[in-house]
């Protein structure tokens, strides 16, 4: 049989099986695991049936917990259901996994493993999920390739439905669930052959229905649960055989043959590896390499850990094992060793003791972690890892792949061991997000992978930030099929697709000797030797090799293609690497542009088109000079003025070698300094804002707005300009409150995304050129090292008396120095002006708890930290707990920090007779509702804690400790609209009935911008999203009514683009709200396809189009008499389709189904009438005090 | 009884009134009002080149946006079925348009290149056309191209298009040719069987208070007739190709002096889109009853009665009547 051949990754595999073979699909999206979710929705939605014929649906929920919910519902209404998850996903599935598991209940789960969140959040791979299910009752089956992600997927299935076990079926994230490899499709005929409908019609026998009643879920006491727990046994027996004759079939149907623990080896091995997982493709390759040295060694992949087959291990071990290593990618500390080595050590040992090993001597087992988040696993490691085992007394508990010399149990390694094959052709191409890298790689992979004979593989790595992103793409291939699961570090073809790469990263350290290079260059081949750095020379020189440049932008810009390289270099690079001849390259290369953009119109191919054509005619090779002449090396990663931590800890992450980073420099908890965003200086702006005195009015749009804090205004005295640089501008202020003082507004030169934001927001138009405003945007290096000197000097500048500062007017806000800089966040992002706000008012008071998110990801992803301090040394202490529990988390500090001040009190009272009733007044009866009474508060507290100093006391000393919580501070939830609106709405919904002091700031994007634009509840109807992919057909929630509806809560929707004034307001009023509030910011947001340089004019309409009408309820004004309800915007004068047709997300469903489109089109403008009449009769509602209210 | 019939470019109408190219008719239903409210036939909503053009780039840049960006998201949308980038809506609704009315449905066709006008002016005579009007719009911003360049281009595309095309075709003109009478007559030699006088451009603005170009939909007025009356009067007779007037068509009476000055058809879009479908109804009430008072038959009977071959060559139409005016001359 002749089956399809595909070029996909481990995630597409497993859900194109499990779409298959399902009728339900239940999922909450969860990195790596989300595109298994999305493809079914897509294919759902594409009305591709499963096997039988029938549709599946998918549905999304608001959390993990609520698809392993309506998962058990399905499956015991008798429907094929499943899921896919990950990590913490995964965690909150366990409830209902043990419920499944316990009633037999047939169902498959689908997980791309990740880490779970301890010290830090990882979303990267390893074990600790999937092991934290072990005692749920689930068979956990392995998958270590894409290709067995589909085998095993179809296994599992097979598996479950005649077992009755439901399964949990695993692979890597990331190097398997996003590894494109080429996939053998099991054929819908296959399946048929392999599945059989009677156990389907079992299970459905087995489901409720009132047509055959029975109950199921009962409670149990003491006297039966434990027999009944046990009455499951045969079936947990049965299970592995019942595996292993589902292996037997596949591999009669399809010839590929899997078995519960597969040898790869010598048959008379001494020393064995067993391990799952990914990497034990790693270490079959290795072995491979080392038997053809003779050596005596093997690797047992274990497939089905759950249940544990012992009988079938045992068989598996060759008789001549004398040492056993087990690698565990997952940590579990305090345990005597890591889960699998606790299982090899106990399967043998009872083996032993039953007397069924065949083995002369009981083999010495160790056990070993690797390949934590994702960490490389090499054959390097691997032979280490043999090379232990060699040894008299092999090191036990050991870890490979890190420096950990803490307690030094990591083995070393030789990096430079090897088991590449020479045939097969490694390339590593470095290239910015968006800018088409990847992209274009994919596409050449599956070029590669379906149009020749070679065997391929694909795997891409980004970095941690939104803007500027770094991508390095690993292609291999070859005639041989490909094992190697880690990134390629000796590459015969290095593309560097972005010129400023050069000063930032030493990438040809990876290139071989002879190996390719080919750069996207703006300076052609006669020029750009001069503009390398010397480390890039000196490898060009060293390692002789072959040098190309295009001006890869140039073409793009002439065919139209604007900053899209990606045609262009894939182009180039098949010219090069004569993988195909040019001309059939060429053509192949045409036949996926139309395949691809064929859809978005003939234009789109026909420009891509033009790119190919002419790519190769700017294509040239550098004949390189004899020497290394440049006079000038990679930049440091960062000052050499940065803290030690940061040189030694950050530095390295920040030059991509933070594999390089030993244990010891690690904090053992989690624990980051704050404010080290501003070494990292990363340089990514093409163009910054350039002030222009004479034009400006002083108004503080333009910094109010700045997404990375990095266009900044100070007030200062004029005296101090004596010193400034020659280049450094300034103006008399226009503050009556600062006489005869000085104003510079300054730019972050090397901070800046050049997103231009400022420049839209700032009304200031030259009068004589009206495209000119009082900032514009100008090419950076240029202004680099003078914009430098004076943004120095600029920080020198004293901050303003905050005293003297009218903190309701957006032009003093300016001069609040925001404790939130630098962040990784998109380039124009909507949210990050709240975050910087919150951070400019109460930052030096505040403390956050903030849900997972972009907001977490940009707050506190490293390698540096964007909270910062402020010249005294305060600022916001941050956390992040999960995606759920922000407001909860966040109840808790507030919780911790009243109590706290409680106990102070008590304590102060207590200690009178030694600290004098005038301190002990002063700090008890303290006015903290402005700064200033804050300021002198925390005079007083440093007082205290000296006078304390003296007393010997238990009591001073209890009271030191706490003695902070004597000034006010200011609790925070942050996240977006999937916590606030799904994953922990219940808990918001919570802590705001609690009437405790939290405040609760939602930054809706309207989708789950993090994970990639999935649907939540904030959603506005005809968007279309995953998971809504025909456009939502339900209205947004209305989250500001819902917690309005308590009357106690201070509510406030906000625009800051449509009425920076209003944005202000809410915040000043939400924080001296003595009980929860709540603030829905409108986030303008890449994934609702919106270019970003249009987000603010984009909130302006949708204000004015009445689709976000700004409000605030305000509790405290019923004790004034007043309605608390204010509608802060004018009634609707825009068409609702001159808002939302300026984006992507509904402007792509007019496109695609302009008759859904425009019925949905006309439900939302319903739902904007009908929400802006009952907000105005609200708005106009006679006052009724509510008993409620917060006392006075 | 008046007989309101026409005929234009061939087509016999059941009057000559045509709701022109606008918003109004991208709908069948208001295809379906209008016909009933006896418009002679229905001019489609323009098939625009550069609209696929910016519409396909525009898609593609923004399905591109933050793409391949970050480890968590990938990409940021679904990838639906179809996006119809191309001609295919349009030509679906020639085909609607046609199956739903029995009044001749002429397409709107306003393009760039050579190579796509003759290529969408077949889709749409293939989607069942009975007529197209070709919009020819062009703003020559390009200072160092002269007027006859302007000039050869538009009909070079007018050959182009007829040499491939079997239903009628008519030419929606420009009035700012510096010779529009042999213009026209270019275009009638080039076999197009009518001319429509004439284009509407739409022209920025500039708001003071935010200092920035506006460019917002402006409807005709009615004194942008008179520009359209007299180079019809002045064509009628002259040329072989049929007379089309659109521009400032407001009342009855406008209707009857295009009919007078030697047009086949009225077209109209910025009164309908001002008064509702139904003011064509009384705009062919109101003229019936004019006629009717006036002893006319029909408009067959009135058409080119004040065109300038019928009023004669010194009466009304040329310089001289301006050099009369600006000299206060009476007659």
């Known amino acids: 049989m002749v089956r399809p051949i595909l070029m996909i990754d481990g995630n597409e595999a497993a859900a194109y099986a499990a779409y298959q073979l399902n009728e339900v699909i239940a999922i909450y999206p969860i990195t790596p695991s989300s595109p298994m979710g999305e493809l079914s929705d897509q294919w759902s939605a594409q009305r591709k049936p499963n096997l039988w014929g029938t549709i599946p649906q998918v549905v999304e929920l608001q959390s993990e917990a609520g698809a392993a919910g309506a998962l058990h519902g399905a499956l015991q209404a008798g429907a094929l259901a499943t899921t896919f998850t990950a990590s913490q996903g995964l965690l909150l599935m366990i409830p209902n996994m043990f419920k499944m598991a316990g009633e037999l209940t047939s169902t498959v789960i689908h997980v791309a493993a990740r880490t779970v969140a301890t010290h830090a959040l990882s979303i990267y791979g390893d074990h600790s999920d999937v092991m934290a299910t072990r005692t749920t009752g689930f068979a956990l089956l392995s998958s270590n390739s894409p290709q067995e992600a589909m085998d095993l997927a179809v296994i599992a299935q097979d598996s479950t439905l005649r077992s009755r076990v439901p399964f949990l079926h695993f692979f890597d994230g990331f190097r398997t669930s996003h590894e494109e490899a080429r996939v053998e499709q099991v054929t819908a005929e296959e399946l048929r052959a392999i599945i059989d409908d009677r156990f389907i019609d079992e299970h459905r026998s087995r489901a409720l229905s009132p047509d055959h009643p029975f109950i199921r879920g009962t409670a149990q006491n003491p006297d039966v649960f434990f027999q009944a727990r046990e009455a499951c046994n045969t079936f947990y027996l049965d299970c592995p055989g019942i595996v292993r004759d589902a292996m037997e079939r596949f591999a009669q149907v399809t010839g590929r043959s899997y078995h519960l623990f597969d040898y790869v080896g010598a048959p008379d091995a001494e020393r064995v590896i067993v391990m799952m997982g990914s990497g034990a493709q790693a270490a079959e390759e290795t072995v491979h390499q080392l038997l053809a040295g003779g050596e005596k060694l093997g690797l047992l992949m274990v497939r089905l850990f759950r249940p544990f087959s012992v009988r079938d291990f045992i068989a598996a071990l060759p008789a001549t094992t004398r040492k056993i290593a087990v690698l565990d990618r997952t940590k579990e500390p305090g345990s005597i060793g890591d889960p699998l080595y606790l299982d090899v050590l106990s399967a043998i040992a009872e083996a032993t003791e039953d007397g069924q090993v065949p083995f002369p001597a009981r083999p010495r087992i160790i056990g070993g972690r690797y390949g934590l988040s994702s960490k490389e696993f090499t054959p390097a490691m691997v032979k280490a890892v043999f090379d232990e085992l060699a040894k008299e007394q092999p090191k036990n508990h050991f870890t490979i792949g890190i420096q950990e010399d803490v307690t030094h149990s990591s083995l070393p390694y030789d990096p430079s061991f090897s088991t590449e094959d020479p045939r097969t052709l490694r390339c590593l191409f470095y290239g910015l997000g968006s800018d088409g890298t990847v992209s274009a790689n994919k596409n050449s992979i599956k070029i590669i992978g379906l149009e020749t004979e070679n065997y391929a593989q694909g795997f891409y790595f980004y970095d941690s930030k939104k803007a500027g992103t770094v991508t390095v793409s690993h292609l291999r291939f070859g005639p041989k099929p490909i094992h190697s699961t880690y990134q390629i570090n000796r590459a015969n073809f290095i593309a560097c697709h972005q010129f400023f790469f050069l000063e930032q990263f030493d990438f040809l350290r990876n290139a071989e000797e002879g190996a390719t290079f080919l750069l996207n260059s703006p300076f052609g081949p006669e020029e750009v030797w001069d503009r390398l750095p010397r480390q890039v020379q000196r490898s060009i020189l060293d390692k002789k090799l072959k040098f190309y440049v295009i001006d890869g932008y140039r073409v793009a810009k002439d065919s139209g293609m604007g900053n899209r390289i990606n045609t262009i270099m894939q182009t180039c690079f098949f010219a090069i690497s004569g993988v195909l001849p040019v001309d059939l390259a060429i053509e192949k290369i045409k036949e996926s542009i139309r395949k691809t953009y064929g859809k978005r119109g003939e234009a789109v191919v026909k420009m891509n088109f033009e790119a190919v054509d002419h790519a190769l005619a700017h294509l040239h090779q550098v004949t390189a000079p004899s020497e290394a002449n440049s006079s000038f090396a990679i930049r440091r990663p960062v000052p050499l003025e940065a803290p030690a931590f940061v040189q030694n800890t950050l530095a390295p992450i920040i030059a991509l070698a933070g594999d390089s980073v030993p244990t010891s420099a690690m904090p053992v908890d989690g624990t980051f300094p704050s404010a080290t965003s501003q070494w990292e200086r990363r340089n990514i702006a093409l163009e910054i804002p350039v002030w222009d005195p004479a034009i400006c009015i002083q108004c503080g749009k333009c910094s109010i707005v700045c997404p990375h804090s990095t266009i900044r205004g100070k007030v200062y005295d004029s005296a101090l300009l004596e010193g400034a640089p020659a280049a450094f501008q300034s103006a008399p202020a226009r503050w009556k409150e600062f006489p005869g003082a000085s104003f510079s507004i300054q730019v972050a030169p090397e901070d800046c995304t050049g997103c231009g934001l400022c420049v839209q927001n700032c009304p200031a138009k030259n009068k004589k050129e009206a495209g000119l405003r009082a900032i514009n945007l100008r090419p950076q290096p240029p202004l680099r090292a003078q914009e430098v000197e004076n943004w120095a000097f600029f920080l020198s500048l004293p901050e303003a008396d905050r005293s003297k500062l009218k903190l309701n007017q957006v032009r003093d806000v300016m001069l609040l120095r925001p404790l939130f800089e630098f962040s990784g966040a998109c380039a124009g992002c909507g949210e990050t002006p709240y975050v910087k706000l919150l951070s400019q008012f109460f930052g030096d008071r505040a403390i956050i708890g903030n849900a997972t998110g972009c907001s977490s990801i940009y707050g506190g992803n490293l390698p540096t930290t964007p909270w910062a301090k402020n010249a005294e040394g305060h600022g916001p202490a941050w956390s992040n707990s999960l995606f759920e529990d922000a407001a909860e988390f966040a109840l808790g500090m507030r919780l911790a920090i009243d109590k706290q001040a409680d106990f102070a009190r008590d304590l102060l009272l207590r200690l009178t007779p030694f600290l004098g009733e005038q301190l002990v007044d002063s700090l008890l009866q303290a006015e903290q509702s402005s700064q200033e009474g804050m300021r002198l508060q925390r005079e007083r507290v440093a007082a205290l804690k000296l006078a304390l100093a003296s007393l010997e006391c238990a009591e001073a000393q209890q009271l030191i400790a706490i003695a902070d919580t004597l000034v006010k501070k200011s609790v925070w939830a942050l996240g977006g609209d999937g916590w606030a609106y799904d994953i922990g709405y219940g808990g918001l919904d919570h802590v705001l009935a609690s009437g405790r002091n939290v405040n609760a700031l939602v930054l809706d994007t309207e989708v789950y911008s993090n994970t990639g634009g999935q649907m939540s509840k904030s959603t506005p109807r005809g968007a279309v999203a995953r998971f809504a992919a025909n456009g939502k057909d339900t209205r947004k929630k209305d989250l500001a009514m819902m917690a309005i509806s308590y009357g106690t809560v201070y509510v406030a929707r906000i625009a800051l683009g449509a009425d920076d004034g209003q944005t202000i307001k809410a915040f000043l009023e939400a924080e001296a709200f003595e009980g929860p509030s709540l603030i829905i910011a409108y986030s303008h947001c890449i994934n609702q396809g919106l270019d970003l340089i249009h987000g603010l004019d984009q909130q302006k309409k949708a204000v004015s189009s009445g689709y976000w009408p700004l409000l605030r309820y305000n509790p405290e004004l019923l004790k004034l008499g007043r309605n608390p309800f204010l509608l802060d915007s004018k009634p609707p004068t825009l068409p609702l389709a001159e808002y939302i047709y300026n984006e992507t997300r509904y402007s792509m469903l007019k496109a695609s189904e302009p008759e859904r489109a425009e019925k949905l089109l006309a439900l939302a403008e319903e739902d904007v009438a009908s929400r802006w009449a009952l907000y105005q009769n609200l708005a106009a509602m006679p006052v009724r005090p509510n008993p409620e209210s917060p006392p006075e | ?331």
Not at chain 2, 243 to 271: F, N, P, Q, R, W
Not at chain 2, 273 to 300: I, P, Q, R, T
Request: hydrophobic share 40%; glycine share 6%.
């Open chain 2, 1 to 331: 009884m008046i007989d309101l019939k026409t005929t234009y470019l061939g087509l016999a109408l059941p009057s000559p009134i045509i709701p022109s190219s606008s918003p109004l008719s991208e709908k069948l239903d208001n295809l379906l009002r209008l016909e009933e409210a006896g418009a002679g036939a229905v001019v489609l909503p323009s098939l625009f080149e550069e609209q696929f053009t910016k519409d396909s780039l525009e898609l593609d840049q923004q399905l591109s946006l933050g793409t391949d960006r970050f480890a968590e998201a990938l990409n940021v949308f679904p990838d639906l079925e179809q996006y119809n980038r191309g001609s295919e809506r349009y030509l679906e609704s020639i085909q609607k348009a046609k199956a739903a009315l029995s009044i001749p449905v002429i397409a709107s066709l306003n393009g760039k290149t050579l190579g796509s006008w003759v290529r969408y002016a077949k889709e749409i005579e293939q989607a069942g056309a009975d007529a197209l009007e070709l919009n020819i719009y062009d703003i020559p911003v390009d200072l160092q191209e002269p007027g006859h360049s302007v000039e050869s281009k538009c009909l070079d595309l007018v050959k182009a298009v007829r040499s491939e095309l079997h239903i009628p075709l008519a030419v929606k003109l420009s009035p700012y040719f510096s010779a529009i009478g042999n213009m026209a007559l270019e275009i009638d030699q080039a076999k197009a069987d009518g001319l429509v006088l004439f284009n509407r451009f739409y022209q920025p603005d500039i708001d003071l208070e935010e200092l920035e170009v506006v460019t917002n939909l402006q409807y005709s007025t009615p004194e942008e007739l008179r520009l359209r009356l007299q180079w019809t009067a002045l064509l009628y007779g002259q040329i072989s190709a049929d007379l089309a007037i659109t521009g400032g068509v407001y009342a009855h009476s406008d209707v009857l002096k295009c009919m007078m000055a030697g047009a086949k058809v009225a077209m109209m879009a910025s009164a309908l889109l001002k008064h509702g479908v139904n003011h064509l109804k009384k705009l062919l009430e109101a003229m019936a009853h004019w006629m009717e008072e006036h002893d006319y038959e029909s408009v067959e009977q009135m058409r080119g009665s004040m065109s300038r071959k019928a009023i004669g060559a010194s009466e009304g139409y040329e310089r001289v009547q301006y050099v009369r005016l600006l000299s206060g001359d009476p007659r």
